[in-house]
């Protein structure tokens, strides 16, 4: 009875949410939980009124079926939380289906559910199975809290004091601190917890974090060596497959990359990033045929998903040109400007429409595209991302101007000064404009000048002129806000006069934006890890 008690006042004191689309499931699962002891109980009959209960109040426990009728299955909703942080490691997600396929088990496993339990249901089962998912989440509450509110050195420390006495909950913790670590680029105390945990046993979460952190210090081959033994060892672990395509990508390795991610989605097709990156891939290695039926099962699988993005319109659009099919590539192009409402977006298709009417031929259009675009681009300038500046760029080089091309150009390459991949890029749309020599010495001169702006304010930090320093490199980040050594150098500078002159919310606020910056912009960046550190570090 005691046992009983206790399961009945732990029910009590928990919030649950039920999603199914049939009143009668909905029903009976609540009338359980009630029989358990359960007080606070919502219900939602699809996926939308889902994500909306979810967006306004915190469950302990969310029981979700994964079929849900038209709109968001259950996959997708528990997608959409987690990628909104609307759920968080003290959330216990269980699955309830009646279906049993591999595609679907292996599919929602990648946004991993705590628990799986299969219809038909009884009192015994789910009540059995709710108290253990809710006994793991117990322990997770503080370290969420602190994880939500940024502030990671006591979320480790959490982890730390928990892992002592652990028990059965030791998986999850560690899974929780290596997250955190590789979060906030902490690459060595990852590296380090995560060979600790592989001397003890070899579990293939573990060794595609480590292979991460090679990943991340450009270290592939160690990574893609590493990878392999997972996918070779572990043939169901899909985030391996993922992470040593990426990993084949990044050493230019495209046909390897293509066949891992067309053995990965044959056994589970339904994620919408794999299909998009494998249609990427494609289209980079000319495969038209595969690159067009993975952009079309992305649109598909995308429909409902938080994950749709324009990226598989945009890249399905330049495949029907290539296959001289203009008028679906327009169509294409003008459902992603309904689609998706951003300026980035608008621009990204407006480029591509303007390549699709210079491929085709229809140089007026192409052209009054093209100055549509420069009208876009000096408006937007400082939030138009590196690539596509230079595809913008190709556009008006090759529709006659060259000089507002040119300034796109110098811009893309200060904002981008030591990546030699974008820069080689740049190189190109120059020869193609018959500016091959010219470009080269104005990509040269804004190398050199981006190059000296930090040098200089190198110099007045180590001259001990710490304010100028840092009003030089914040001027700089002002008019160069995607140039990843600026905004390093920016945070160490501030690091350092903090150091010297005491706490100062408003350096730790930029400098933790510029850190948080870089992070988004070169992950892989070697010193970041070191710079975290150093800005966790500071008192106060």
């Known amino acids: 009875m005691a046992i009983i008690s206790d399961a009945s006042s732990l029910f009590s004191s928990k919030s649950f949410l039920i999603v199914d689309d049939f009143q009668g499931m909905r029903s009976m699962m609540r009338e359980m939980l009630k029989a358990f002891g359960a007080k606070d109980i919502d219900m939602c009959s699809n996926g939308s009124e889902a994500i909306a209960q979810i967006g306004k109040s915190k469950y302990d426990v969310v029981l979700c079926d994964y079929n849900l009728g038209s709109g968001r299955n259950g996959q997708q909703v528990l997608e959409e939380a987690k990628f909104r942080n609307l759920i968080g490691p003290s959330t216990a997600w269980i699955m309830v289906t009646a279906e049993k396929t591999s595609e679907m088990v292996l599919g929602a496993a990648e946004y991993t559910p705590d628990d799986y339990i299969i219809k038909p249901i009884n009192e015994t089962t789910i009540k059995t199975r709710i108290l253990k998912a809710m006994a793991k989440k117990e322990a997770l509450f503080d370290i969420e809290k602190a994880a939500k509110a940024k502030n990671h050195t006591k979320a480790l420390a959490l982890c730390d004091e928990q892992l002592k006495n652990a028990g059965s909950n030791t998986t999850e913790l560690l899974r929780i601190k290596t997250n955190l670590l590789l979060s906030t680029s902490h690459y060595e105390g990852a590296k380090q917890l995560f060979e600790q945990i592989l001397a003890v046993r070899d579990v293939p979460w573990a060794k595609t974090g480590l292979a991460k952190v090679y990943f991340q210090t450009a270290d592939y081959d160690t990574a893609r060596s590493l990878l392999e033994e997972v996918v070779e060892e572990h043939r169901s672990y899909l985030e391996a497959y993922d992470w040593l395509a990426k990993t084949l990508e990044q050493i230019g390795e495209l046909s390897e990359a293509q066949r891992v991610l067309v053995r990965c989605a044959e056994l589970s097709p339904n994620s919408v990033m794999r299909q998009r990156t494998l249609g990427e891939i494609a289209q980079k290695r000319g495969d038209l045929d595969v690159a067009e039926k993975a952009f079309r099962k992305t649109l598909v699988l995308g429909e409902h998903s938080v994950l749709k993005t324009h990226h598989a319109y945009l890249g399905l659009a330049k495949i029907c040109s290539d296959k001289n099919n203009p008028a679906e590539a327009l169509k294409i192009l003008s459902s992603v400007q309904k689609e998706f409402d951003s ?36 408006e937007i300038a400082n939030r138009v991302p590196s690539q596509i500046s230079v595809e913008a760029a190709e556009l008006m080089m090759e529709t006659g101007d060259k000089e507002s091309a040119s300034e796109l150009l110098q811009m893309a390459v200060k904002n981008n000064h030591e990546d030699e991949k974008l820069i080689s890029l740049v190189n190109g749309v120059y020869t193609k404009g018959n500016m091959q020599e010219e470009g080269k010495k104005l990509v ?33 980040k002002t008019m160069l806000p995607n140039n990843t050594r600026i905004l390093m150098n920016l945070a160490y500078v501030m690091v350092l006069h903090m150091q010297k002159n005491g706490h100062n919310n408003t350096l730790i606020r930029e400098a933790r934006e510029s850190v948080d910056r870089v992070a988004k912009l070169n992950p892989s960046e070697k010193r970041l890890s070191q710079l975290v550190g150093m800005l966790e570090a500071l008192p106060g």
């Open 444 to 476: 040269e001169a804004s190398r050199k000048e981006v190059a000296e702006t930090n040098n200089r304010g190198i110099s007045l930090a180590r001259e001990g002129k710490l304010d100028d320093a840092v009003e030089m490199l914040r001027n700089a």
């Open 343 to 378: 300026a980035e977006t608008t621009l990204q298709a407006k480029v591509a429409e303007g390549m699709v009417y210079r491929k085709s031929g229809d140089l007026v259009n192409a052209k009054k595209v093209a100055q549509e675009v420069a009208a876009t681009v000096k």
